[in-house]
């Protein structure tokens, strides 16, 4: 049995209650990452594969253990190249530098504003090419997301990276259905709005939002980081996000208090749920893509180059979010939106993405497996936590299962703080019949002397 360990918030078989999900983190700060690392687990799953999620960790120091358990490393990314992920980028390529089996990278792109002006990613280029070049140590090519990353790595002097796009949207293999269910939305039809807070602050996302529910009663915003969900569920405004009260996650919107907002932590809740809506639209690129796997149209409102790159491959329905005014009717988007490229061409990416797969070694259920069959199956045998809704004055039920969330914590956290209280009761008696030096004296001889001699040279 080949073992591939899997970058990955939590396996698509992990069951969380929603306060455990949220205090575990399992959606790594948003959960459009599940998406793709879902498909990813279901994609390499196959007879002769077990595939194992690493829960998002970069242990450096696991790197021999990696060795020793797994035949591969598999890492799904999206927009790494950024610089506020530079730190975590050069974590995972220290891991990657001590490991002695195959590393695959899937779908990694770079960030950048609309007009892919990579201007911004200058300081960071020793990490990008550092991380690049141990991935290519250790595999055939670098799976990327789309034109602007390609070119950026190429411009760096990289040869072997080709296009593959993001694997969620290979989820269903060669299978990928929308259809509009009707010649236009109306003032029923069920709609799904998503967008970032920076779309919102920065963007005029919040005027669209506004306008569109004004006209559409029907419509439900779907958010995806995790302060969104922690406001929602716990009505947490401690995070900086919760500045932007013009987004309907924050407990002041309208949509909130209406019930219309929605955060999933799990992708087949996710994609269950927008089977039944009309349309999708929105600034997240997997929020839209979670619609398309449902067969439900979608457009994205692309804000950068990470969605703009995306959307070009797959030909998505887009318009550049910035040419876009507050009185945008979600009917001209769907009028508008044509799946004939995204369907026609379905085929041909994803044989461009298992060809891919098969250069670096790696098997895929859909040619050597079952076609996700037994991956579905046991999905679907599984009771997941339904979309978090928003916790209203008038939601008394949903009282249960916080509060005995919580007192379960409590619980535990008075057990630790008593063992650890009794761990140092023990070393502090020990220290006194050995009459060895306290903790505090050796911290004190250890930290004064630079100190003292730091002092003194500056007297000099």
């Excluded at 927009?79 to 974590?91: D, G, I, M, T, Y």
């Excluded at 491959?313 to 876009?324: L, S």
């Excluded at 298992?354 to 046991?378: K, S």
């Excluded at 023990?426 to 019949?433: D, I, S």
Aim: hydrophobic share 40%.
């Amino acid at each position: 049995m080949k073992r591939i360990l899997l970058r990955s918030g939590k396996s698509p078989f992990d069951v969380f209650p929603v306060e455990e999900a949220l205090h575990q983190d399992v959606i790594a700060t948003n959960s459009g990452n599940l998406i793709f690392s879902d498909a990813s687990h279901k994609i390499l799953q196959t007879p002769g594969t077990e595939v194992v999620t690493n829960g998002m960790r970069t242990d450096v120091a696991a790197a021999e253990r990696i060795n020793e358990e797994y035949d591969a490393f598999v890492v799904p990314l999206a927009n790494a190249f950024r610089p506020s992920f530079e730190v975590s980028l050069k974590r995972l390529t220290r891991l990657i530098s001590r490991l002695r089996i195959p590393v695959v990278v899937l779908g990694i792109g770079a960030q950048a504003g609309l007009n892919y002006n990579a201007a911004r990613l200058k300081p960071m280029e020793e990490s990008v090419r550092a991380f690049v070049s141990a991935v290519l140590d250790r595999s055939a090519s670098i799976g990327v997301r789309g034109e602007f990353t390609e070119k950026y790595l190429n411009d760096l002097g990289f040869r072997d990276v080709e296009v593959i796009g993001c694997p969620s949207l290979f989820m269903y293999g060669k299978e990928l259905a929308v259809d509009k269910r009707g010649p236009a939305l109306s003032a029923e039809s069920r709609i799904a709005i998503n967008g970032s807070h920076s779309a919102v602050q920065k963007q005029g996302l919040d005027r669209l939002i506004e306008r569109t529910h004004a006209r559409y009663p029907n419509l439900t915003f779907v958010g995806q980081n995790l302060s969104d969900a922690r406001q929602l569920h716990w009505r947490d405004l401690s995070h900086p996000n919760a500045a932007v009260t013009a987004i309907p996650t924050h407990p002041d919107h309208p949509m909130f208090r209406q019930d219309k907002v929605r955060v999933y932590v799990d992708p087949v809740t996710w994609i269950d749920d927008l089977r039944g809506y009309d349309f999708s639209f929105g600034s997240r690129i997997h929020g839209n893509i979670a619609a398309l796997l449902a067969g439900t149209p979608a457009t994205v409102l692309c804000g950068d180059s990470r969605t703009l790159e995306l959307c070009r491959y797959f030909e998505i329905p887009h318009r550049r979010i910035d040419k876009q005014t507050p009185d945008l009717d979600p009917a001209q988007l769907y009028e508008e939106a044509d799946f004939t490229g995204l369907i026609g061409g379905h085929l041909e990416r994803f044989e461009r993405f298992t060809g891919f797969l098969d250069r670096n070694g790696l098997e895929n259920t859909f040619t050597h497996g079952d076609g996700g069959a037994a991956f579905e199956a046991r999905l679907r045998s599984l009771a997941f936590p339904p979309g978090i809704r928003p916790w209203n004055d008038t939601d008394i039920t949903s009282l249960t299962s916080r509060f005995g969330w919580l007192q379960t914590r409590i619980s535990e956290l008075t057990l630790d703080n008593a063992q650890l209280k009794r761990e140092l009761e023990r070393r502090a008696a020990k220290a006194t019949a050995t009459g060895s030096t306290s903790v505090y004296r050796r911290a004190r001889t250890a930290v004064g002397r630079p100190i003292r001699r730091a002092l003194q040279s500056g007297r000099q």
